[in-house]
């Protein structure tokens, strides 16, 4: 069992930035690959960006190149998710997940197994 919990999260003008956390928890979570997901009001949960495990290989949302940045420290046990340039349109749940479903890939939900509960990030005008 992974445990994940996000951090983080709050109120922004547009054009500021946010740094998000996840804590993880529990057996093995370094050998986990992790992704990033966001849920906006009325669309359908999101990709944002991906990383495995040794931090060798990032993937990022093409529409989301160069504002959205992913990293992690092993050692903390801490996947972060860097957030530049803030628009409104950004304003959502963003959660974390954790897995390694090879039948998938870490662009979609069905490759993690374990989810976090999210935090809310607010960009107002």
């Known amino acids: 069992q992974v445990q994940l919990v996000e951090s983080g999260g709050g109120l922004v003008q547009a054009g500021g930035s946010l740094r998000l956390s996840c804590a993880a928890s529990g057996r093995a979570v370094n050998s986990y690959n992790m992704g990033w997901f966001r849920q906006t009001p009325g669309k359908e949960r999101e990709f944002v960006a991906a990383i495995t495990a040794n931090s060798n290989i990032t993937s990022d949302a093409d529409s989301m190149k160069g504002r959205f940045t992913i990293s992690r420290d092993s050692a903390k046990n801490t996947v972060y998710l860097q957030i530049n340039s803030l628009k409104t349109e950004d304003t959502g749940v963003y959660s974390c997940?954790?897995?390694?479903?090879?039948?998938?890939?870490?662009?979609?939900?069905?490759?993690?197994?374990?989810w976090g509960q999210g935090t809310q990030v607010t960009v107002s005008s």
């Open positions: 997940a954790a897995g390694r479903n090879v039948y998938s890939t870490p662009r979609s939900p069905t490759y993690y197994t374990y």
